[in-house]
């Protein structure tokens, strides 16, 4: 798995912001941005493409513009994580749409999401991974890849990453994320 570096040299690109809070909150399902790190979406912003990057994830990412169960589990074990000080921002984001924050684990711990048990160790780093990328890559067992990551300078969106998922009809896109859920 690959990350972006969100400061380069001692030119902070934006402010470094982690993309999920400490905050006790439940996270909504329908809210497009949730895995998103702030300073990816402003880099789209910037360069006028982010109707590209919100449809990438509508399509990509989400589920008939909502957040599959597991997604959120995933959301709400980063948020618990971050509150024990378990897990800190890395200071980089996931190079693959939606972008999301890439954390760094400073203890050694675990969770589950559906059955499947998810350790990492001290230095180990963890990134939601989007539906396509889960069904694109066999052995990813959940939302998340977890393990040293290298830094890179682009950043790509999932039918990029994906080409033959983007040439699937929406019906055969949902078949293939149904297959997710078995």
């Given at each position: ?94 190079y ?21 048990k ?28 977890i ?36």
């Amino acid at each position: 798995m690959y990350d972006v570096l969100k400061a380069q040299g001692n030119d902070l690109l934006f402010p470094v912001a982690a993309g999920i809070s400490l905050a006790a909150l439940a996270p909504q399902p329908d809210d497009l941005w949730l895995f998103t790190d702030p300073t990816a979406k402003e880099l789209y912003t910037q360069q006028n493409k982010i109707d590209q990057l919100q449809e990438d994830i509508s399509r990509y990412a989400m589920c008939n513009g909502q957040w599959a169960a597991n997604d959120l589990k995933f959301f709400s074990e980063v948020q618990r994580l971050l509150r024990d000080r378990t897990l800190i921002p890395k200071g980089t984001f996931g190079y693959l749409s939606p972008h999301p924050t890439v954390y760094r684990a400073v203890r050694e711990s675990a969770f589950e999401i559906a059955g499947h048990k998810f350790n990492f160790e001290i230095g180990g780093d963890l990134v939601f991974e989007p539906w396509v990328a889960r069904a694109s890559t066999p052995g990813i067992a959940g939302p998340v890849r977890i393990g040293k990551f290298r830094t890179v300078t682009s950043f790509r969106l999932c039918r990029d990453a994906f080409p033959r998922a983007s040439m699937l009809c929406d019906k055969a896109l949902e078949i293939l994320r149904r297959t997710l859920r078995s």
